[in-house]
């Protein structure tokens, strides 16, 4: 029950385990949920999120929590893929976006056309989730 986010951060003299793309210094850390485990707070620019949606393995609740504390910087984005599983007590889709609603995000789905040809699959969806503006 985790996820990895990226935070692009102004650093003087970059951690080790700091990289730079294009220039700019870029801050990799893992994120257990709910535990506050990224150094210096919360707030990530980007969050990457992949086949947490799963009721029958993590709660749903706690990755929206999460989500929340860590899109708390204006114009930070997380990046969701999620594959429908069957699961007999409530739809996971759903679920997650109802959540989100209560927590002030919105859940936007990335067209098919929009994403790489080859990596890209309709059984799997790609969702951007924010925070709502104003």
Not at 36 to 47: K, M, R
Not at 51 to 75: F, M, N, S, T, W
Request: with cysteine.
């Amino acid at each position: 029950s985790k996820t990895a986010s990226l935070s692009t951060t102004t650093l003087t003299t970059p951690p080790e385990d700091t990289t730079q793309i294009f220039g700019t210094p870029i801050l990799i850390e893992k994120y257990w949920w709910g535990s506050g485990s990224i150094t210096g707070g919360n707030a990530c620019d980007l969050v990457i999120v992949s086949d947490c949606v799963l009721p029958k393995l993590y709660p749903i609740a706690p990755l929206v929590e999460a989500l929340d504390q860590l899109l708390a910087r204006p114009g930070s984005v997380a990046v969701v893929s999620y594959e429908h599983r069957y699961y007999p007590e409530y739809s996971p889709r759903e679920k997650f976006r109802e959540l989100c609603h209560l927590k002030s995000l919105t859940v936007e789905k990335v067209p098919l056309e929009e994403q790489h040809r080859i990596y890209s699959t309709d059984d799997i969806e790609i969702w951007y989730v924010r925070r709502q503006q104003g």
